[in-house]
């Protein structure tokens, strides 16, 4: 991106959907239609329920860098259909993540937005700009875990030929949830990973249970050995996301928030995000990332007048949270931590009332959805 003018005689670009699902030269667009050969033969699959879908199965040295993809926009797709991927022939995936979570959004729904890393389409068209270095092999499938057929459009961009490094980090993504955290414990967005990588940042939902101000936990990074205490320490869950006095909907490059349904003490939920890519967090040998679970109740027609006063009013919260970190890990890399279950990625979610009446499922047409 620093040098686009260059033109390197060893990189090949290639791109894989449905219509071209190997990715190989000259060999894109080939499936029939009723308008005929290469006329749009293949735009799109059905999932069927509990299948998994193969996307890529690429063979290296290269570097994914892009990916788009397009489904039903309701929460039901977005937590339902959950997107893995392994790097060089390692047995266990290195990204397992539901759907609208990778892409960069909490509980299923986002309004349009834009990051360094995400980009958001007013109907959900699904965009992640995450360089996805390999050296051999890339593998990424797409499960649905839903009890009915779902419709899935994608496009995954890439390069071959790359010249990696030795020290070159794979991508890892990690989705958790805690339907209710645990008063005094601190949220694990990131559990203990040991090694070398550097952390890229997260996508984070809050769904609060009470009322009152809930984003006063500071966000911490253990690193190195770090046990008590952390290395790096924040001051407050907005101030992570580079906010303040509460939350605001933002949306900037490396910072913000894309769901914001009021400010301060409403129930509604909260999707803010930090990345840090000017500001790096490397670690050698092991890193951990938590926000403590800290709120304040106060009194907004007479609120504290001074910091102790502020202080004084700080009470340990119980709340529902969820996240996707990202992160660059050298590998061979530890298994991740179990995906939750789909009913817990669904819990308390504004479920479609019908999944069977979705457009273009068995029985519908194009009609339904023009």
């Known amino acids: 991106m620093h040098e ?12 894989i959907s449905f219509e071209n699902p190997r990715g190989e030269p000259g060999a894109g667009g ?6 005929g ?15 998994t879908v193969e996307l890529a199965n690429i063979e290296g040295p290269g570097v994914i860098r892009h990916i788009w993809l397009a489904t039903y926009d309701i929460a039901d797709t977005m937590r339902g259909l959950v997107i893995s991927a392994w790097w060089d022939g390692q047995s266990h995936p290195s990204i397992e993540a539901p759907l609208g979570d990778f892409f960069g959004f909490a509980h299923g729904h986002s309004p349009a937005y834009s990051s ?6 007013e109907k959900l068209a699904l965009n992640i700009w995450l360089p996805m270095p390999f050296v051999s092999q890339a593998r990424m499938c797409l499960r649905n875990d839903l009890d009915v057929p779902m419709l899935v459009f994608f496009q995954i961009d890439y390069t071959l030929g790359d010249e990696l490094p030795e020290d070159v980090g794979r991508l890892h993504a990690l989705f958790r949830r805690e339907i209710s955290t645990t008063p005094g414990q601190d949220y694990e967005v990131l559990p203990a990973r040991r090694g070398r990588g550097r952390y890229l940042g997260a996508v984070i939902g809050v769904r609060p249970t009470s009322a009152h101000w809930w984003g006063e936990g500071e966000a911490k990074i253990y690193l190195d050995g770090d046990e008590a205490w952390p290395t790096i320490a924040g001051t407050g869950a907005e101030d992570y996301v580079c906010l303040s006095w509460g939350l605001q909907r933002n949306a900037y490059a490396y910072h913000g928030a894309s769901l914001v349904s009021r400010e301060r003490t409403d129930t ?51 709340d529902d949270w969820s996240s996707c970190a990202f992160w660059y890990e050298a590998i061979p890399s530890a298994p991740l931590p179990a995906l939750p279950d789909l009913d817990t990625r669904l819990h308390d ?3 479609h009332p019908d999944l069977n009446t979705l457009p273009l499922q068995p029985g519908f047409s194009l009609k339904d959805v023009l």
Do not use: C, N
């Open 30 to 35: 080939q499936a029939a239609s009723p308008l």
């Open 37 to 51: 050969q290469g006329r749009k033969g293949a735009p799109a699959r059905m999932i069927a329920p509990g299948d």
């Open 116 to 121: 360094a890393v995400h980009s958001v389409g």
């Open 349 to 351: 979610l504004p479920r």
């Open 268 to 318: 509604g939920p909260v999707s803010m995000y930090r990345w840090h890519l000017p500001d790096p967090v490397f670690w050698q040998e092991s890193i951990r990332v938590t926000v403590q679970q800290i709120g304040i109740e106060v009194d907004l027609q007479d609120p504290p007048t001074s910091l102790e006063g502020y202080k004084g009013s700080l009470r340990e919260r119980q």
């Open 4 to 15: 686009l003018y260059r033109i390197p005689s060893h990189l090949r670009s290639r791109s």
